[in-house]
């Protein structure tokens, strides 16, 4: 169930979908090890004046990451996404992804994300100047269309292939919906009938029986899951395993939960520093904490603004109920 985005050889079909600020390096070095076959780093704006903040320095940040190295670029302007994916592949990316699917506000007011799908003649000439300009495999994430009134992804895709784009990448909604109603794939499998170059499905993958409900009315090459794995990062394996076995494999036990939570927040906090890294460890023990019984979902930790105190909290009071 293998599939290639140009040179590199995807192992199989489950992907981890690319998502601000939560598919940071530890989370993406977190699902790869847990069964993600592929994951695309965080959005990055194509403007290189932005290049200093440590926002972006840290989402540029893949030292230590098995590859291949995909790194997702938004913009409006060609020439200026050419230069961002210049320069990103002269910093070790091996795969550029061109993000026209995000539907935030603050993307799409600059004519960005999702929002680029209401000007296909943009999105072609985006798409024409990032591919002539590196020489590693451009893919693209889109959405439907802009609304119910404007469904194009057959057309956006057709000149995407055109263009060189070596892969796409499609959510199931619109750019109205957000994250709203279901995800609809009567188009995107009507796109990959009509396209030689892979197709990977996004959008309320959550389960494996619904990953294989997809994978066989779109005829998809791939899956990407995205919100399901949100403290849930066993699902790719279980997705995958289901796949090729038609079996389930058991959920993790809470002593996997918590020891797995713990070594998650430890490595955040490695990573951004104790500080940064506590507040942004508390969205994944939220997360995390979901998967457990009442009694072990505390109040008190997300309050805890140290990170000595953070993973102390977690070993004394948490992980010490499983061990």
């Known amino acids: 169930m293998s599939f290639y985005i140009g040179p590199h050889k995807i192992e199989h079909p489950v992907m981890l979908a690319p998502m601000a600020g939560v598919t940071d390096r530890p989370y993406r070095q977190l699902c790869k090890q847990l069964g993600a076959s592929y994951a695309v780093g965080e959005m990055l704006s194509c403007d290189l004046s932005l290049l200093k903040t440590a926002k972006t320095r840290f989402r540029m ?10 790194v997702q670029i938004a913009g409006s302007d060609p020439k200026a996404m050419a230069e961002a994916a210049k320069h990103n592949v002269d910093n070790g990316a091996q795969i550029i992804d061109i993000n026209m699917g995000c539907p935030q506000k603050k993307v799409a007011k600059k004519r960005c994300g999702s929002a680029l799908m209401a000007y296909p003649e943009q999105i072609k000439a985006i798409c024409q100047a990032v591919v002539d300009t590196v020489s590693v495999p451009v893919t693209l994430k889109t959405r439907l269309g802009t609304d119910a009134s404007c469904l194009n992804i057959e057309d956006i895709a057709a000149d995407a292939e055109q263009a060189g784009i070596a892969a796409l990448f499609i959510h199931g909604r619109t750019q109205q919906q957000k994250y709203t109603g279901r995800a609809d794939y009567d188009l995107i499998k009507a796109v990959k009938q009509q396209l030689s170059i892979p197709v990977i499905a996004n959008g309320d993958i959550d389960s494996p029986q619904k990953a294989q409900r997809v994978l066989n009315y779109t005829n998809c090459d791939g899956l990407m899951v995205g919100r399901a794995a949100q403290g849930n990062p066993w699902i790719f394996k279980q997705i995958q395993t289901y796949l ?16 797995t939570l713990y070594q998650h927040v430890l490595n955040l906090h490695q990573f951004y520093g104790q500080a940064r890294g506590c507040r942004m460890a508390k969205k ?40």
């Not at 940040?61 to 995909?70: S, T, V, Y």
């Not at 109040?299 to 004394?316: K, N, P, W």
């Open 244 to 259: 090729e076995t038609g079996q389930c494999i058991a959920k993790p036990t809470m002593e996997q939960i918590m020891t």
């Open 284 to 323: 994944h023990i939220k997360w995390f904490s979901a998967q457990l019984p009442a009694v072990f979902q505390s109040r008190e930790l997300l309050t805890i603004d140290d990170g000595h105190a953070q993973l102390q909290f977690i070993e004394q009071h948490l992980l010490s109920k499983v061990a």
């Open 61 to 70: 940040n893949h030292d230590g990451e098995p590859g291949p190295i995909a």
